[in-house]
Structure formats: C-alpha cells, structure tokens
C-alpha cells in the first residue's frame, strides 16, 4: 500500500458542490485548481466522496487484474464514482479529448491508443490561441437548462492536461484510425453504443440504466453527432473543424 494523507476538502466540479475525501497524492494533486472558491457548508454539498481506503485494498484483492499502484486505483474509482453521481445531475462523463474553440467543445471519443489526444493537439497546432483542450481524458457533460455543457473535471488522463472551466457543446465525434480523412454525420442509435463504451463504467449503476441511456439519447439527438477516419496531421485537424465548427 501507498503511502497515506486523508485529505477532506470542498471542491467545485462541473459546478457541483462537492465534498471529497483522497488518501493519496494524485487526485489531490490533480483536483487542486476545482477547490471550492467560495465557502459552503458542508452539509450543502451536492455529493460527498469518499470510498474509504480499505475500499480500494478490497478491489484490488477482487479484481487480480488490477495492477495499479493504490494512488491510480483511487484516481479510476473516485472518477467512476464521480461519473454515477453525475447521472443524477442530467450529465455523463465521456472517455474523450475536449478542444475548446470560440466557446464550444468539440469531443473526439475512441479506445485508448487511437490517437484521439494527437488529434485535439493538431487542433492546437492549427488553431493556435484561439483553441484550448479543457480535459484530455474524461470530461464531464450536463443539460443545464436545456443547454449541453462540457465541464473540464480533474480526471484527465496520462497527460493531467484540463481547464476548471466550461464551454457549450459543439460536437461528439467517434473517431477510427485511417491512412485517408474522412468525417460524416452519424445516427443516433449507432452512436449510442460507442458513447456507452466509452463512458465510465467501473463501478455498477444498474439501478440508473434507464437514466443513463435516456441521458446518452436525449446528449446525442441534441448535438451533431459524428464519425471520422483520421491520419494524424494537421490537414486532418483542419477538414474537422471546417466539418464540425460552430459559430
């Protein structure tokens, strides 16, 4: 086991109260830019956080499989914990890397190791200032008032690369390797099975499956939905976003 800070602290993510428990360095290291900028009490919170430590010991003797150091298994299952309660919330984390551009997120979801984070940082390269990845790995989305937000949240992957900030969503694309470019629009229920692949699914809310697709449904008939083969360049960078863009 690790070595262990109990840290409890009031954090604002995906502009949910949130009073969150770690045991180790990394989510504390990575949360620190979503603590609460204004003082709340406790009992305010929208969820509390915190798995205990001998939870992550029970899962690791549960699941062999896991080979983690205790610091990552906290950060997976606080962020799949994160994600449960987001259902609540009219909302979903997406396995995804985020680009911000003139206020919309634009969302490139695929099986890690496609090259979705190369994508968006040809985006940058293309774009320049006027762009910005607000998470790299697991953004949080939710309806507020009828409008689809993307939230930067502090899961973000290998590369810790995400903003505590917000921007409308502009677009959901499922993105494939290909030596050709290519993007078109896709259907909703094709699409709906690759989101659900891709959203956070470690920890069991079968009692909120009815919830969660409803939510995936009502995300996806909302917004454009696509799907796109893609080299790695900037020419594939630029047909997206003259594809996609939002203004």
Same mark, same amino acid.
């Given at each position: 086991?690790g070595?262990?800070?109990?840290? +409890?602290a009031?954090?604002?993510?995906?502009? /949910? @109260?949130? $009073?969150?428990?770690t045991? *180790?360095?990394?989510?504390?290291?990575?949360?620190?830019d979503?603590?609460?900028?204004?003082?709340?009490?406790?009992?305010?919170?929208?969820?509390?956080?915190?798995?205990?430590?001998?939870?992550?010991?029970?899962q690791?003797?549960?699941?062999?499989?896991?080979?983690?150091?205790?610091?990552?298994v906290?950060?997976?299952?606080t962020?799949?914990?994160f994600?449960?309660?987001l259902?609540?919330?009219?909302?979903?984390?997406?396995?995804?890397s985020?680009?911000?551009?003139?206020?919309?997120?634009?969302?490139?979801?695929?099986?890690s190791?496609?090259? +979705?984070?190369?994508?968006?940082?040809?985006? /940058? @390269?293309? $774009?320049?200032?006027?762009? *910005?990845?607000?998470?790299?790995?697991?953004?949080?989305?939710?309806?507020v008032?009828?409008?689809?937000f993307?939230?930067?949240?502090?899961?973000?992957?290998?590369?810790?690369?995400?903003e505590?900030?917000k921007a409308k969503?502009?677009?959901i694309?499922?993105l494939?390797?290909?030596?050709?470019?290519?993007?078109?629009?896709?259907?909703?229920?094709?699409a709906?099975?690759?989101?659900?692949?891709?959203?956070?699914?470690?920890?069991?809310?079968?009692?909120n499956?009815?919830?969660?697709?409803?939510?995936?449904?009502?995300?996806?008939?909302?917004?454009?939905?696509y799907k796109?083969?893609?080299?790695?360049s900037?020419?594939?960078?630029?047909?997206?976003?003259?594809k996609?863009?939002?203004v």
């Amino acid at each position: 086991m690790g070595e262990v800070n109990k840290f +409890k602290a009031k954090y604002e993510i995906a502009g /949910l @109260k949130v $009073l969150m428990t770690t045991y *180790y360095d990394r989510v504390r290291e990575q949360a620190k830019d979503y603590l609460a900028k204004t003082d709340w009490d406790e009992s305010d919170a929208d969820h509390e956080l915190d798995l205990g430590i001998d939870f992550y010991e029970e899962q690791k003797q549960k699941n062999p499989e896991i080979k983690s150091d205790d610091a990552t298994v906290e950060y997976v299952l606080t962020g799949a914990l994160f994600n449960r309660f987001l259902i609540a919330h009219n909302g979903l984390m997406l396995h995804s890397s985020a680009v911000v551009v003139d206020g919309y997120a634009y969302l490139f979801s695929a099986d890690s190791g496609t090259g +979705k984070s190369t994508h968006t940082k040809e985006w /940058l @390269k293309y $774009l320049g200032d006027k762009a *910005y990845v607000i998470n790299d790995d697991k953004p949080a989305i939710r309806n507020v008032d009828g409008e689809w937000f993307v939230y930067g949240t502090p899961w973000s992957g290998k590369t810790d690369t995400n903003e505590n900030a917000k921007a409308k969503l502009g677009a959901i694309v499922f993105l494939e390797r290909s030596e050709d470019n290519w993007i078109e629009e896709d259907k909703v229920q094709e699409a709906i099975p690759k989101f659900f692949k891709q959203t956070v699914r470690r920890l069991n809310y079968e009692e909120n499956m009815d919830k969660v697709l409803s939510t995936m449904e009502k995300m996806l008939s909302d917004v454009p939905v696509y799907k796109m083969g893609c080299n790695i360049s900037e020419e594939a960078a630029k047909m997206a976003y003259e594809k996609i863009r939002r203004v």
